[in-house]
T-cell receptor
């Protein structure tokens, strides 16, 4: 079984300040982990993914995430928030063994304060 | 990069009619596609996993006779909502897995269905 917990349903930061969106996971197998972003009324865009290579993963738009196995975490960060970052962010776990499904977190809504 | 296209983006249909939503992988082959439903301000709910050339695997609680899924080729999966009712109104999103064993998955832009 696998699960994903996004610890914050809503995060607000000021433009130009750092962003931290938290994600913890559980998986019976070595998982692949993803962060997706969804802007209003849009589909999901892949920000970055971890697939058992480097633990620090760099994605698009200045985002990065660090896989910490000991903490079962995959937090998403960005050094400096931009107004265009306002969106819903989903942490997702995928296992290619056993039951091959994407399991979604409940999402974190990021608000950027001008 | 890889692109997944959904069509239509918006559709309104009358109660009792059927509507088809297409999901296409534009520059890669997708043995497996996934269909999700998303309610406002909620996460995505997996409805079914669509495998090319075989029957879809539905999640518990999803009516397979109501939500017909066909994956006739490596680049196309369709979701048909049959005898639609207002409670079927939702945002439907598909995703496609790159290759047969990869772990890269791309999502479509989603399709808004409104049943009146």
């Amino acid at each position: 079984a696998q699960s994903v917990t996004q610890l914050d349903s809503h995060v607000s930061v000021s433009e130009g300040t750092p962003v931290l969106l938290r994600c913890n996971y559980s998986s019976s197998y070595s998982p692949s982990l993803f962060w997706y972003v969804q802007h209003p009324n849009k589909g999901l865009q892949l920000l970055l993914k971890y697939t058992s290579a480097a633990t620090l993963v760099k994605g698009i738009n200045g985002f990065e995430a660090e896989f910490k196995k000991s903490e079962t975490s995959f937090h998403l960060t960005k050094p400096s928030a931009h107004m265009s970052d306002a969106a819903e962010y989903f942490c997702v776990v995928f296992s290619t063994f056993g039951n091959e499904k994407l399991t979604f977190g409940t999402g974190t809504r990021l608000t950027i304060i001008p | 990069g890889a692109v997944v296209s959904q069509h239509p983006s918006w559709v309104i249909c009358k109660s009792g009619t059927s509507v088809k939503i297409e999901c296409r992988s534009l520059d890669f082959q997708a043995t497996t596609m996934f269909w999700y439903r998303q309610f406002p301000k909620q996460s995505l709910m997996l409805m079914a996993t669509s495998n090319e050339g075989s029957k879809a695997t539905y999640e518990q609680g999803v009516e397979k006779d109501k939500f017909l899924i066909n994956h006739a080729s490596l680049t196309l999966s369709t979701l048909t909502v049959t005898s639609a009712h207002p409670e079927d109104s939702s945002f439907y999103i598909c995703s496609a897995r790159v290759g047969s064993s990869g772990n890269t998955i791309y999502f479509g832009e989603g399709s808004w269905l409104t049943v009146v």
